[in-house]
């Protein structure tokens, strides 16, 4: 079974700090990898998306692939409480269309 | 422009009744999907479809749920005999063909009495 693995936390970060997001993928073939930011109540967001070895970087956040070791990973540079969320790690793996998701790691952002 | 539209937002039913739930994805989306999200359960994958293919069923969790999509646009998933375990938000998303980035409605709020 295909599985995405996240530490489930809660994570806390001082404000202006770096929060770092960290997730594993057991599917080797695995192509697509997302991060949503889901706030209480709300639907996920998308926010970022990463297709190659490396870094991605959009603004504050910085996706991190390392399709070797099945890892991915979000940094969050200059965290604000407005960042305070729980983030979900999404894999695809290409010839199934649909995303399997990480159960989410709650960060706080405190002021 | 407009994102992926879902109604009703809230529904509250007893157990044994049927349900259905809408979705509009953005327009030009050709792929739509349907999640569930429980609680402590995470978001499980329901049923994909794409365009006039037959769509992907491999998620559904039962033969009480179906889903059509009428005219390649708005989709609706039914419930039917809904029991307490079927609680839950049941969110849509949609997609352009051949690109994995999906994009989620607001849900509907499921609670099976």
């Known amino acids: 079974q295909k599985e995405v693995e996240q530490n489930s936390g809660p994570l806390s970060v001082p404000e202006g700090a770096i929060a770092s997001l960290n997730c594993t993928y057991s599917d080797r073939v695995s192509q697509s990898f997302f991060w949503y930011r889901q706030y209480s109540g709300k639907s996920p967001e998308l926010i970022m998306s990463i297709y190659s070895n490396g870094d991605k970087e959009d603004g504050r956040f910085t996706a991190q692939l390392n399709k070797a070791s099945q890892y991915v990973s979000l940094l969050i540079r200059d965290s604000q409480p407005s960042d305070s969320a729980t983030y979900l790690c999404a894999v695809n793996s290409g010839s199934a269309r649909q995303l399997t998701f990480g159960s989410g790691t709650q960060l706080t952002v405190l002021p | 422009g407009a994102g992926v539209s879902q109604s009703p937002s809230n529904k509250v039913t007893e157990k044994g009744k049927d349900v259905e739930l809408r979705c509009d994805p953005i327009s030009g989306h050709t792929a739509l999907y349907w999640y569930r999200q429980s609680l402590g359960q995470g978001l499980e994958f329901l049923i994909y479809?794409?365009?006039?293919?037959?769509?992907?069923k491999s998620g559904l969790p039962s033969d009480r749920f179906s889903a059509e999509r009428t005219g390649g646009s708005v989709s609706t998933l039914t419930i039917q005999r809904t029991q307490q375990e079927d609680s839950a938000v049941y969110l849509c998303?949609?997609?352009?063909?051949?690109?994995?980035?999906?994009?989620f409605g607001p849900g509907t709020r499921l609670t099976v009495l």
């Open positions: 479809f794409q365009g006039n293919s037959a769509p992907d």
């Open positions: 998303a949609s997609s352009l063909a051949g690109v994995d980035e999906q994009f």
